[in-house]
């Protein structure tokens, strides 16, 4: 004889609380058309009988499955390397608790992988996808706009959807304009840039950013001041060699992350060039790596862990109401002077 507890059934439930299954059905998704004496009976029952309801039988009445996937466009190592991303899913995280929403994480970069998690993504095993740091190579997002799934982005797509697109940005242009405007105003004459890549958005906005600040300063841009990096570390770290190569006389870098400038402290130090004696710097994230740098150093502060809640917000509110959000966020940037400028 088998001594294992017969797990609760939907059925024992019902018989239990003596009503029929379809009422226990409607009690346990929520539904309104239940009588406040009936849903304290079945509510009981559930509770004495320990029920536990099967997710995936709910999936299939409710077709929601609480699940938001978070696609991070970059591969692992880079995922876990750079700090925008852990306060990204801070932020997205503390507003799933918040609803009682469950987290599915997964990174895609190349063609194949994009492809395969479309496959997931579009046959409703989530309720909703968060996209951040995508590349103007993306093909996911087309899919799942075509598919129907409410997608918002953390960052405004650089190539313009046939598809309505919502997202959640920052002011890169106005982030980037301060950081140049501060190094213009401390007396730097030859300003360089160690830029973002320039299929992100990102990357392509604080590169403006830094040209319409040195236009504003009478300054025409110079090509020999601009090198562009990946926002990583080595990234950062060859695009400073480079600048360096190009332009000698460079005496402040603008990083257009903190990865990079941090990069920039370490390649400049090598070439025998004091910060910010000789080469001011200016990174951009504000990262914890920023405080604890030799010496600390200057950046652009953007909301990053905002950034993930503002764009839970959207997606969330939108698939409660079973509609597209209804605005695009962008959040404000500013900059955080220390000793590195």
Known sequence: MNGRRQRPTLEMVAEYAGVGRGTV?????????????????????????????NHAARTLVTQR??????????????????PFFADIVRGVSAVL????????????????????????????????????????DDTLPDRLAE??????????????????????????????????????????????????????AAGVDRLRGYQEALRDAG????????????????????????LLRAAPDVDAVFAASDPMA??????????????PEDVAVVGYDDSGLARHADPPLTTVHQPTERMGREMTRLLVDAMAAGTPPSENVVLDAHLVVRESA
């Open 97 to 136: 608790n918040e609803r009682g929403l469950q987290l599915m994480l997964t990174m895609a970069r190349s063609a194949g992988e994009h492809e395969r998690l479309g496959e997931y993504l579009t046959g409703q095993h989530v309720d909703g996808v968060l996209i951040v740091s995508q590349h103007s």
């Open 147 to 200: 598919a129907g799934v409410l997608c918002v982005y953390g960052g405004r797509p650089l190539i313009e959807s046939r598809h309505p697109v919502h997202y959640v940005d920052i002011d890169n242009v106005g982030g980037a304009y301060a950081a140049t405007r501060h190094l213009i105003a401390a007396g730097r004459r030859r300003v360089g840039l160690v830029a973002g890549p320039q299929d992100m």
């Open 65 to 82: 499955t609480d699940t938001v996937a978070l696609v991070v466009s970059e591969s692992d190592e880079r995922l876990f390397e750079q």
């Open 219 to 242: 300054r025409p841009p110079a090509p020999e001041l601009v090198a562009v990096g990946d926002f990583s570390y080595e990234g950062g770290a060859e695009a400073t060699r480079e």
């Open 262 to 275: 941090l990069a920039a402290l370490r390649v400049l130090r090598a070439a025998g060039r004091r910060v």
């Open 25 to 53: 059905s409607r009690v346990i998704n929520g539904s309104e058309q239940v009588s406040p004496a009936t849903r304290d009976a079945v509510l009981n029952a559930v509770r004495e009988l320990g029920y536990v309801p």
